[in-house]
Every structure is written in structure tokens, then in C-alpha cells.
């Protein structure tokens, strides 16, 4: 027999020889570990370190764990407990997560070990245990193992509460639950071992104070925007992942007493629109969004939106549940001003496109919410999103801040924008005084 281990090829009695290695170096080597004795193992041996590794998850008596579940699985695998490396866990970040097992019975068949964190969105791992090295049909009975791993938190899931899940599974497969314990056996074959608490953080964008004169032709290259900061790339809209760099699509905002400036960038190999009619259905095509809710209570909250051909659609909607659209779009943003500059061609999809970028500004005076000028320190919730449709496939969504869905409509996920600056003072004019008269002095 011939095999492959770590990328060279040996036959089977150096295989076996350095099986022996390994166990001459470390202690006895598990034949369920071996690679060499079971059928049913893996071809790669593992190295010297690996099974250090191995050896080091494995604990000589009962563990005290943060969260003792005493479930079991088929009757040959015991789940101790977990540990949380935070409770609560701040969405976005990854928590660690620490699954402490006891192997009762020999498990013959190949299982991935699986553990969920489900809210709205998902954070899952299939996986073997110790880093992929120890898998579960080399499981010895009479280990406790101690197993550590990751679980990255998506940033669109929702802050509240998640549910804790494990399993093993093959495919479609799950392994029976022979002892629930502490967990909840669930419809799709795995166990709920906990809810765990999650906080959602939104982004904060700070809105520096406009100094200069901003020209509306849609290329932010006056002065002006050059002391605001730049923005945070957009990010996939539902999950919050990282978008296609190609996708490139940042924004910066200035703010004055009397206006909010808005100005967006996005990085587009081929451009497209075709709508030029006020307040038609643009998210058809290709648009970037704004969504602003000035009073920060969820409502109303303001829609406004803009295609590479410079049309507009504009609503006002009373709050995420009441999204009556033909009644939203009736409603105007009065003074609203915008321009596009496009370095392609929108109106055809066979050309070398490269970029398009939108300048907006509304007056304060025509938003909702506002009952005078913002001053600084003010805070408003908003955010910002992209429409990209290729040619073929499906539409990409992109978002400031991930809503952890399908609908943009969400404005409890928006960011949060804070204005600073104080208005620019013109420097005090002398006052003018008189001449002093001298004092007179005796003559000498």
C-alpha cells in the first residue's frame, strides 16, 4: 500500500515507523490517533507538536465549567459543559468558546462536531475538535476532552439574545440525542445548550463643521471636503462581511448651520441606470441611499436616493411599520440640491466603467424632527447603502451599518452621525478709542 503523508510518498512500513517515532517521542500513541491501525483514519500522521497538543486538551478529572449541561449523544459522547468568553458577546467581535466533552463509547462513524450561535443571522463551525486535529471517530473512551475555538459574530446580527446550539452531523444527518440535560433538543436534530446575550453596537460617524464654499457638480474635490473624514467601506448589507473590493464605496458628511452635506463614492466597472423620472422606483437599477432619521426615535425618517443620471427619489415614511409607499413619496425635500459626476458611460453596459460619486445637500429646515437649527454635539441616526446590479447574477446590497436582513427599512441598525464644529467666528474689530490727553505735570 502506498500513501500520502504531508505532501510526500512513502510506503507503508515508513508509515508505520513514523507512527513508532512519534510514540517514542511523546508516549503512547492512541491507535485511533495513529493514522495507521484504523481503517477508518486519516492518511497524515500527526507531527510531535500536534499530538502535544492533543495530549494537552485532553484533563485528568471532571472539569468545573461555567455551564454544566450533562447531555449525551447516542450514548457515547457526554457534553460536560461550556465556557463563554464573554457573557454578554458584543456583535461583530469573535467569542471564544469552550466545549468541554467525556467519550464513553468508541464512535465508528465520521462526524463534524457542530456548534451555532442563531439569531436573526447565524455564526456556525463544523469542525473537528483541537484545532482539527482530533477528530470524532479517534475519540478515546475515557477522555474528558477540553476543546477551545473561535465563533466569528457576524456584525449584522441583532443585539438581544442568541441561541447556543451543538450537534454532530453528517451531511443531513444528525446524531441521535440520547440525554437533553440542561439543552433543548431542536426540530433540526440539534441541541440548544443556552441563550446567550448580544449587544450591537452602531457606527459612529463624526460630521465635521463645512468651512468654505462647496460647488454641487458631484466630484468632491473642493477644499471643503477635504477636512471631512472619509467613511468606513460599505459593507455586505445583511451580514455586515466585507464587500468585492472592486465595490469600493466610502462617504463623507460636512454640516453647517444651515444644511447637511452628503457626498458619496463607489468604485463600479460598469455603470447603470435608465431612469429619469423624479420618484421612480430607482433601487430597480443602480443607486446609492441615504437614509436619515434626524430625530433619533426611529421615526419619521427620511429616504432619499440617487442614480448615476442624477434622478432623485425622495420620501418620508412615519416609521419602519408604516411604509405606505405611495403616500411616502408624495413628500419633497424643499431646497434639496444634488449633482453627479460619472467617469463612464451609464446608459450602456458594454463600456469600461470606473467610478460614479453623488454630492448632496439638504437644508435642515426641511427635515422632520428638527424644531431649529442642529448645534454642535447633536446627534442623528442614518445610514448609508449602495444598489449594485451586474449584468448577470444577483443584485449586491451594500450598507454603512448591516441591518441583518433583506429590508433597508430598519432604523433601529442605523449609525449614528454626531455634528462638531462651532460656527467660525469673524475676528473682533477694535473698538475705537480717543486719544489720551496727557497729564500735565508741574513745571520743574
Known sequence: MTSIVRGHRTTRSSLLAACVLVACCTGPLPAAL???????????????????RVQRSLLPEEPVVQHPIDAVFHESIRLIGYDLSSDPIRVGSPVEVTLFWEVLQPVRERWWLHTSLLANLEARSDRNAVDGLYAVHQWVPGHRIVDHFTLDIPPGMDGGSAELRVGFRQGDRWMPVSRQGEGALRDDGTLSIGTIRTRWFPPVYTVRRASGTIRMDGRLDDLAWRRALPSSSLVLARDGLDADPDLETTFRMLWDDDALYVGIEGADQ????THTERDANLWEEEVFELFLDPGGEGGPYVELQINPLGTVFDALFPSASDRNLQRARQWTIEGLETAVHVDGDPTRRDTADRSWSAEIRIPWAALPGLDAPPADGRTLRANVYRYERPAEGEPILLAWSAVGGPSFHRPSR???????????????R???????????????
Open 34 to 52: 495513529s493514522g495507521c491501525q484504523s481503517r477508518d483514519a486519516p492518511a497524515r500522521v500527526l507531527t510531535q507538536e500536534e499530538w502535544r
Open 270 to 273: 460598469d455603470i447603470w441606470a
Open 414 to 428: 442605523f449609525g449614528q452621525l454626531v455634528l462638531r464644529g462651532e460656527p467660525r467666528q469673524a475676528p473682533a
Open 430 to 444: 477694535p473698538t475705537p478709542t480717543a486719544t489720551p490727553t496727557p497729564t500735565p505735570t508741574p513745571d520743574d
